[in-house]
């Protein structure tokens, strides 16, 4: 009787174990602080142990993981052609604020462009992104690995800061002194100058900044940055192809927020659009060569295989 | 910068010595000769000057970087930052000749055109100089990049490139190409067309045959002045190539039809029109041929130009016939 009641006792004990297991969820892998120089020096090389699939990067102090989403009928507000629009969501998580960071195609007060792909090799990428474009403009803030290129600000398009904790602060068309080289008190390693902001305090605003190259009543290819987390981030390009379009800037700027960003800003779209990895351009738009860029946005691994015990 | 300034401003007075030699072997007297050196050294300061200055300015007034608005009065004080991307090569030629023909009416008694015509060489030698002389000028001069390890990649077909952080890549050395081009019209009017022609006929050609191929190097070329994606001295050879076939055509053929006489106008114009095109399609947004790759749109630009080039030099032909020949001498009018 005894030991019966002791193996009811056991299994009462390890029922509410096994709920936790089945509700609880996927583990957050643990990841290691090691600062990468705030210069623009590469990150580590990728290591191909840690590329777990064909979409996927994990080493101790960054993951990558991307998916691709085809069920976004209900981003596509107002659509009536037979076209389907797809999205490729890159979920990132990085120890250390200084592995997100940013590359000029030669200098970040020159407009000279090159191939993403090229600048992501460059500097060993796990992956990279174009970035703002904002070497070709006359105006703008452009604060990039910590270094001002150009302070202009007159109140025309949005910004976004990243604190050098790896935060998101974004602007609403900052003008002439309102933002300085810091926010509370942290040090803006990298400033984008283009927008609109499509998600703040995990709200999508009520209406965007928008100027003509932003097509925001088109079905475009769009490119988000968006902050979900500390050192937590999601990108989210949106294909243009031939069989699929793009998504207006609101349905765009809906999926952001749905996805979980706290904050999000819109960076250059349309077939300027790229992300690399792997050291290929995953995404298509529909042009014949990808359009070189100024810019890139890139996370980098800071693994250097031996300080890890 | 400073190798850089160092070397156009050798080059400058070297050429500028040269076309004083020319106009000084021209004659025989020796206060003329005096005169021919004068016309030559005037010619090189007030080209110095205009150049550097409307250089300066065009370029400022093409990249719109001058903000009164935002930094009121003090905005003036960029038009001391001498960078590569903020001077236009246009306006800067267009400095130059204004220089030379200041020269020539302060120090010549009759038409100017004449010394024009006499400079018209020693000016696309200066073009060849200053567009060799991007080499020097960072990134300034080269068009796209070459895939890692090409084997092209090598001078004069490419040019290395330095970036922020010491990444370095090769990119195609279009401003060789520039100064192939203008080095090849330095030899043709040098050798072909010295005292053929009526008066001007050296310099329109000048004019018209260095604009023409940078219609297609301003489209390689991937640094510049833009306005989004337009290459604003892409913008200027056209103008410039649209002003000296109106010339030609203005001053000749009016005893022609109304569509004889304007023809190389219409082709003119359907030409720039297929440019325009081309463009879009090169930047893939509004247009997209399926396998068309940059490279091969730029040889369908080339046959393009070739074809402005044809239309150009029928109706320069046209106005060159329309007169008796008068010899281009540089000094014959002094």
């Known amino acids: 009787m005894r030991a019966v009641l002791s193996v009811l006792l056991a299994l009462l004990l390890l029922l509410p174990c096994a709920a936790l297991g089945e509700a609880a969820p996927a583990a957050e892998p643990t990841l290691f602080s090691m600062p990468l120089p705030i210069d623009f020096s590469g990150g580590m090389v990728p290591q191909e142990e840690f590329y777990k699939d064909d979409w996927t990067y994990e080493d101790p ?38 592995q997100l960071r940013t590359l000029a195609a030669v200098s970040f007060n020159k407009k000279d462009a090159k191939a993403v792909e090229q600048m992501a090799g460059w500097v060993n990428a796990v992956i990279a992104f174009n970035g703002d474009f904002a070497a070709r403009r006359t105006e703008g803030l452009i604060i ?29 068309k900052p003008k002439k002194g309102e933002i300085g080289d810091s926010i509370d008190g942290k040090k803006i390693i990298n400033a984008f100058y283009f927008g609109p902001i499509l998600v703040e305090n995990g709200e999508v605003p009520a209406k965007f900044t928008t100027f003509r190259y932003l097509h ?39 999926l952001c927020k749905d996805e979980g960003a706290i904050t999000a800003f819109n960076l250059d779209g349309g077939y300027s659009a790229a992300m690399i990895f792997r050291g290929v351009m995953v995404n298509d738009t529909k042009s014949a060569e990808p359009r070189d860029v100024p810019d890139i946005v890139y996370f980098a691994s800071a693994w250097n295989g031996e300080d890890i015990e | 910068m400073s190798t850089y300034l160092w070397l156009m401003a050798a080059g400058s007075v070297l050429i500028f010595a040269l076309y004083g030699l020319r106009c000084a072997n021209a004659v025989r007297l020796p206060q003329l000769k005096k005169r021919a050196w004068e016309t030559a050294l005037l010619a090189f300061l007030f080209s110095a000057l205009f150049g550097t200055v409307l250089a300066r300015c065009g370029g400022a007034l093409m990249t719109q970087e001058l903000d009164f608005e935002y930094d009121g009065i003090a905005a003036l004080e960029q038009l001391l930052e001498f960078d590569f991307d903020r001077m236009s090569f246009f306006c800067g030629a267009l400095g130059v000749c204004l220089g030379v023909l200041l020269a020539n009416r302060l120090t010549r ?77 330095a030899a043709i009017a040098f050798f072909r067309l010295r005292s053929t022609g009526r008066t001007g ?72 029109s297929a440019l325009i095109v081309i463009e879009f399609a090169i930047d893939g947004s509004k247009i997209k041929v399926p396998g068309m790759t940059h490279a091969a749109w730029h040889l369908v630009m080339c046959a393009v130009v070739a074809v402005i080039g044809v239309a150009g030099m029928a109706a320069a032909r046209r106005w060159n016939r329309q007169a008796s020949p008068v010899p281009s001498s540089p000094i014959s009018a002094a």
């Not at chain 1, 398009?157 to 609403?172: N, P, Q």
């Not at chain 2, 055109?113 to 080269?142: I, K, N, Q």
């Not at chain 2, 050296?202 to 002045?225: D, W, Y």
Request: with cysteine; charged share 20%; aromatic share 14%.
């Open chain 1, 61 to 98: 102090t960054i993951s990558v993981h991307i998916t691709f989403r085809d069920d976004l009928s209900e981003y596509m507000t107002g659509y009536k052609g037979k076209k389907q629009s797809g999205a490729w969501i890159v979920d990132i998580r990085i120890g250390d604020a200084s």
């Open chain 1, 144 to 172: 990039r690995q910590g270094e001002t290129f150009k302070n202009k600000l007159k109140g025309a398009l949005d910004v976004l800061a990243i604190d050098e904790d790896g935060d998101f602060h974004v602007f609403a």
């Open chain 1, 216 to 254: 925001e009543d088109d079905y475009y290819a769009r490119l988000g940055i968006c902050q979900v987390g500390p050192l937590h981030y999601k990108m989210i390009i949106t294909t243009m192809q031939d069989v699929t379009v793009g998504m207006k800037l609101t349905d765009f700027a809906r």
């Open chain 2, 109 to 185: 008694k009759g038409s100017v055109w004449a010394g024009m015509d006499a400079f018209a060489p020693f000016g696309a030698l200066l073009v060849c100089l200053f567009r060799m002389g991007e080499c020097f000028a960072e990134s300034w001069g080269t068009g796209a990049s070459l895939p890692e390890g090409s084997p092209l990649a090598f001078f004069p077909l490419a040019l290395k490139i330095s970036s922020d952080g010491g990444y370095e890549s090769w990119s195609w050395a279009v401003c060789v190409l520039s100064a192939a081009f203008a080095l090849a019209w």
């Open chain 2, 201 to 272: 006929w050296n310099f329109t050609l000048a004019l018209f045959f260095l604009a023409l191929p940078q219609v297609l190097c301003e489209s390689m070329r991937s640094s510049g002045i833009y306005w989004l994606f337009v290459h604003a001295e892409q913008l200027l050879c056209a103008l410039v190539l649209a002003g000296v076939i109106l010339f030609w055509l203005i001053k000749s053929g009016k005893d022609l039809s109304f569509p004889r006489r304007w023809a190389p106008l219409g082709i003119y114009l359907l030409c720039i």
